[in-house]
């Protein structure tokens, strides 16, 4: 049995942790297959081809996958509730510029980094996950409701954003998700004590050599599955 790390206050209840985890999680996932919401509603804001939608969800998952060999030394280097507000930030403001640019050359880099944000927020948040488990299979538990939370999210998004998308423009939909993480930074404020996981090891020597050589991998075989057809 792991011991429990007092990330959250003493009054916090577990419920309420496992409902923070919930909602903190809930907006990265739905940024995530955002653009699938509806294909030809944002080809059409985009003025860009459905292919080239297909691709942002692509450049997502590229930035998630290729992050990882670089956060962990992010991770070790915060403060768990500290990391929290700046991954936080970064999708706020992230958003906020997908709904503003028309351009697809600033849409797809934006996705990109979406990507690495949410790498960050999974890791940070399984661990947290991990660490309130009592149970010798607490891994499986948390991966299992990440991945499930993952396979849910195309339907939940089409059900959630048909009638943005019926009244208003696609782009709406970035702007809505900026509000979503407003009710994540103030559960976070209020339940959670600035508590590490893990030692503070110094950023130095970091990997970007093979964060760039990886994201660059997977964006080239991800852009010749989509456009190579």
Known sequence: MSKILPLFKPWVPEWLIKVTMFIVLLPSFILFFLPLSNVTAAAGHYGIEPYDVQYSVVLFYAGYTSFFSLERRFFSYLATKEYFYIITFIQITTSLLCYITNDLEVLLPLRFIQGMAFASLANLSLSIIFNRLKSERSREIGYSVFFGMLICMIPFNNLITADLIDSYNFNTLYKSAVFTFVPCLILLGITMNNVRLNIKFPLYQLDWAS??????????????CVYGQ
């Open 211 to 224: 964060f760039i050589l990886y994201g660059s991998i997977l964006s080239l075989v991800g852009y010749i």
